[in-house]
């Protein structure tokens, strides 16, 4: 039996799909290709455009559709690259490879935008702001010694509003005031995701559903690249698969997969509210996460009419159905007015996470890759594949500071976290309740 807060007609795929579903592309697998990229997301379109316009044929293999996997069903929220400035750097670094570091991650912003913008790709783009949501008053206060160093690393403002003036940017009294992000835009990730495509298919890459890769191995001045499908020789190869790396059907680079903690997020739709509804709930129409451990990110649909609500609503093997629920109680509680409003969508994806928190491009016995974006990975997943083409062409005219960074992994860690997860997310939501019980 359905459970009553599903609307009639409930899908299980992602809302973004009913105007920009992944096509079917009727592509044979080539026997030999000059670049292969494996991974037909934002970072393996990416890196396909620029390879093409270098003047190296790729080839882009996908072990689903192109656009697939999490490309099409994030939150279309367009980050900065803010979470790689929190991460602790200085320490780890160095002051100056740090601010390297921060200033290339927020590079990612205006990187996308240029990509929107010169391939004419009708995403639903605006350069709206986030507001970050604090969970706590020490959460608020620790917002306010990085709101300085954000707006430097970003070059675009930020600004605090106490919890007094919360509603000037969230009709909610649920958190503690936040901080108000500039450097932040919202896109329709199922139209970016198929226009970043037929911008590498015009260019002249080829695209291939379908092919799951399953090794990579050497072979004289090449690669033989073993599918489900046959093989492929290539002179280079480019590993882009991010939170999909691992998979017992077939892992094309597991020396990757051992430093990616592959997560599921999950995000719901509501069913149509209403552009007043709107306008109450996102006062400015901005992006929205909390500082939560178990975090929420949410946001008005670009037609204005829907909430879309996202979070780690299990740390479980859970379905998108199963799932549903867990974020109407979370949407809920910020917004008690939608305690009746049904849900009409809900999926999962996978995000992937490094030990380090930060983005990574190299080589790895020959083989390129580019992975690792802790979650916000429109704009970074983008621009890391830019990047790691310039690299594989020879065309870089400046170190990128996200390159050749030491990739630490795990002792007996194999790519798959799901045996500790569940006993990690109790902890983290442990210490959220401590947090704001001490509010």
């Known amino acids: 039996m359905a459970h009553p807060l599903l609307a009639a007609g409930f899908k299980t795929s992602p809302w973004w799909w009913e105007a920009a579903e992944p096509p079917q592309r009727d592509n044979t697998l080539p026997g030999r290709a000059p670049v292969v990229v494996v991974g037909g997301g934002y970072a393996g379109l990416s890196a396909a455009l620029t390879l093409q316009r270098l003047g190296h044929q790729a080839v882009v293999l996908d072990a689903e559709r192109i656009g697939w996997g999490a490309s099409s069903r994030n939150g279309g929220m367009v980050s900065g690259g803010l979470k790689v400035a929190g991460a602790g750097l200085e320490k780890a670094f160095g002051k100056a490879q740090a601010e390297a570091i921060t200033r290339t991650a927020a590079a990612s912003l205006p990187f996308i935008e240029e990509t929107i913008a010169r391939e004419g790709i009708d995403c639903d783009y605006l350069r709206c702001g986030r507001f970050s949501a604090a969970w706590s008053p020490a959460h608020y206060?620790?917002?306010?010694?990085?709101?300085?160093?954000?707006a430097e690393i970003t070059g675009l403002p930020t600004s605090m509003l106490p919890k007094a003036r919360q509603r000037e940017a969230l009709g909610s009294d649920h958190y503690h005031g936040g901080m108000l992000v500039a450097a932040t835009g919202s896109l329709h990730p199922g139209k970016y995701a198929r226009g970043l495509a037929a911008a590498a298919e015009r260019a002249g890459a080829r695209l291939v559903d379908g092919v799951r890769v399953q090794g990579i191995r050497e072979e004289g001045n090449g690669f033989r690249i073993a599918t489900d499908r046959?093989?492929?020789?290539?002179?280079?190869?480019l590993v882009t698969t991010n939170g999909y790396s691992l998979d017992r059907r077939g892992t094309a680079l597991p020396w990757l997969a051992r430093r990616l903690v592959p997560l599921n997020s999950y995000i719901i739709a509501t069913e149509e509210l209403g552009e007043a509804v709107i306008d109450r709930l996102f006062p400015g129409r901005r992006m929205v996460s909390d500082s939560k451990r178990v975090l929420n990110y949410f946001r008005p649909s670009p037609d204005g009419k829907r909430v879309l609500w996202g979070g780690r609503a299990s740390f479980r093997a859970a379905t998108a159905e199963q799932s549903a629920p867990a974020l109407h109680g979370y949407m809920t509680a910020c917004f008690p007015e939608l305690r009746d409003v049904k849900v009409t969508h809900a999926w999962t994806g996978n995000v992937?996470?490094?030990f380090d928190h930060l983005p990574h491009i190299g080589v790895e016995r020959g083989v390129h890759y580019a992975a690792g974006c802790q979650g916000s990975g429109v704009a970074m997943a983008t621009w890391l594949g830019h990047n790691v083409a310039l690299k594989l062409a020879g065309a870089a005219n400046a170190r990128f500071a996200l390159d050749g960074l030491p990739f630490p992994t795990r002792p007996f860690y194999r790519g798959n976290p799901n045996w500790v997860l569940p006993f990690i997310g109790e902890w983290y939501k442990l210490r959220d309740?401590?947090?704001?019980m001490a509010a």
Do not use: H
């Not at 206060?141 to 954000?150: F, H, P, W």
């Not at 309740?433 to 704001?436: E, G, P, Q």
């Open 352 to 354: 992937a996470f490094t």
């Open 230 to 237: 046959g093989e492929v020789r290539a002179d280079a190869v």
């Open 141 to 150: 206060d620790a917002m306010a010694r990085r709101a300085e160093a954000l």
């Open 433 to 436: 309740r401590i947090d704001r």
